[in-house]
Structure formats: C-alpha cells, structure tokens
C-alpha cells in the first residue's frame, strides 16, 4: 500500500485545513496521526474501510472530520477551529488488519505510511 499526503499549511488559530491522502491498494483501516517536535506520534481518527466506521481521539472530536472517497480511494481529514497545539506533522497510515480498542489508534499497529505533511497552527 503507498499512501500520498497533501494539503498542510500555515493558518491562524481558529483557522481551517484539509488534509487529503491519496491510497493505493486495498486496507482494511485508515487512520491520520501526528507527531509534534520532541513528542511520540499520536492517533488523530481512524476509518473502517468496510463498514465506513468513523473513531476520534480526544482532543479532535468535534472540530476534525475523517471522510474517504471510495471512488478515489482518497482519505481526508478535515480540520476546523484549529490551535496552536495542532501544530505538528500529519500522517496517513493504513493497515490490512481488523483493528479494535486502544490498537486502532496505536501507531506500532499501522504497517504503511505515508511521508507526512506539515500542519502550522500560530497564535
């Protein structure tokens, strides 16, 4: 599976981005994450390619959306009322296994990635 990111940036706080991904390959799951300077890489939202099930960390419930186009086969995430502490680089990552509990949002459980893009949140 090769995953493709675009769609970073520089906005202010409050500000919006839509990050797109493009996939090749069949997955069973898709997820976004990131990974801030000096920090682990962390789960965003995950999507079940099957049923189109839909799962958001914490801090991104409510303000990002995951969505996929079946017909592209293109992931996207879409960042509303973004922060400073949003800043970070963003991943695409997917995975040929049926994922539940904390795994789904475990990076270790994800064996494709993409090359990340920069996400800049300023105050």
């Known amino acids: 599976v090769q995953l493709v990111e675009s769609g970073g940036g520089s906005v202010q706080n409050g500000g919006s981005l839509r990050l797109s991904c493009a996939v090749s390959?069949?997955?069973?799951?898709l997820g976004w994450f990131r990974q801030a300077p000096g920090m682990d890489r962390e789960g965003v939202a995950v999507?079940?390619?099957?049923?189109?099930?839909?799962y958001y960390y914490d801090f991104a419930e409510g303000r990002f959306t995951i969505s996929h186009d079946n017909a592209k086969n293109t992931l996207f995430l879409q960042m509303n009322s973004l922060k400073p502490e949003d800043t970070a680089l963003y991943y695409c990552?997917?995975?040929?296994?049926?994922?539940?509990?904390?795994?789904?949002?475990?990076?270790?459980?994800?064996?494709?990635w993409g090359q990340g893009t920069q996400v800049t949140v300023s105050s």
């Open positions: 999507f079940y390619t099957g049923r189109h099930f839909t």
């Open positions: 390959g069949w997955t069973e799951m």
């Open positions: 990552a997917a995975t040929r296994t049926l994922l539940g509990g904390t795994q789904k949002f475990d990076p270790r459980s994800y064996d494709s």
